[in-house]
């Protein structure tokens, strides 16, 4: 472990190759940054509790227990960004780690240098003050606060991940209207990122899993063919 850097923080580096592990700190250490280096899944979470981080950089292949299962553990009380790293390029993988809450996704080998600029970048868009439209937003026994970053259906708390609160706080707020799966992918990744589409269906499916009473036929999040989703109406049959 380095020692604590006032001005950049605690990057937490969960990956089982101590070499890549090793390179990746060094490159982070150049820039400022404290590291945390944790060689094993079953691990990672504990450390991540301890060490509050700032960034985590996740290996998705790990003993014990692996980067998704970590991803999601992660993501239950926490919006730290992550970055998951994989030996793997298949569409479905990214689409999972993004699905889970992952910021961005890294395919092996990669160059360490353009890796420590994409923490730089999602911590820059992260600390980002966001304009908010309102503090709290409400609609059908839906209701978002936006600053204390909480969400409840019909008075039961509602635990989200951020992709998925970005995009039901842009439902939200203009019901009935269409949004595009473009505008948003722009909610969800507002720096740019190139993410395919279909990120969003897995994002809303498992939106809907959370807020419906039945997700096989919405109440609340409408399916509009061939662009994208709207918030039901509240004069829809």
């Known amino acids: 472990m380095t020692s604590p850097s006032e001005q950049q923080g605690t990057v937490l580096i969960v990956e089982d190759d101590r070499n890549t592990a090793a390179l990746v700190a060094a490159y982070l250490g150049k820039e400022g940054f404290a590291t945390v280096q944790v060689h094993d899944g079953a ?3 504990a450390a991540a509790r301890a060490a509050e981080p700032v960034f985590v950089i996740l290996d998705v292949m790990l003993p014990n227990l692996d980067g998704w299962e970590i991803c999601r553990q ?3 009380d926490s919006d730290v960004p992550i970055l998951m790293l994989t030996a793997r390029e298949e569409e479905g993988d990214r689409v999972s780690g993004l699905a889970m809450g992952a910021d961005d996704y890294v395919v092996k080998p990669f160059s ?3 890796l420590v600029e994409r923490v730089k970048a999602i911590l820059r868009r992260s600390q980002r003050p966001a304009p908010r439209p309102a503090r709290v937003l409400s609609w059908i026994g839906l209701e978002l606060d936006a600053e204390k970053r909480k ?3 019909n008075g039961r708390p509602i635990t989200l991940t951020s992709s998925e609160f970005k995009i039901l706080q842009a439902l939200l707020t203009a019901p009935g209207r269409a949004f595009s799966r473009e505008e948003l992918l722009q909610h969800c990744y507002p720096g740019g990122e190139v993410v395919i589409d279909r990120v969003i269906d897995v994002h809303v499916g498992k939106l809907r899993q959370k807020i419906e009473d039945d997700p096989a ?5 409408q399916t509009v063919r061939g662009h994208g989703y709207r918030l039901r109406d509240e004069n829809d049959q």
């Open 43 to 45: 691990e990672a979470v």
């Open 151 to 153: 969400v409840a259906c």
């Open 217 to 221: 036929h919405p109440r609340y999040i």
């Open 74 to 76: 992660l993501r239950e």
């Open 112 to 114: 360490p240098r353009e």
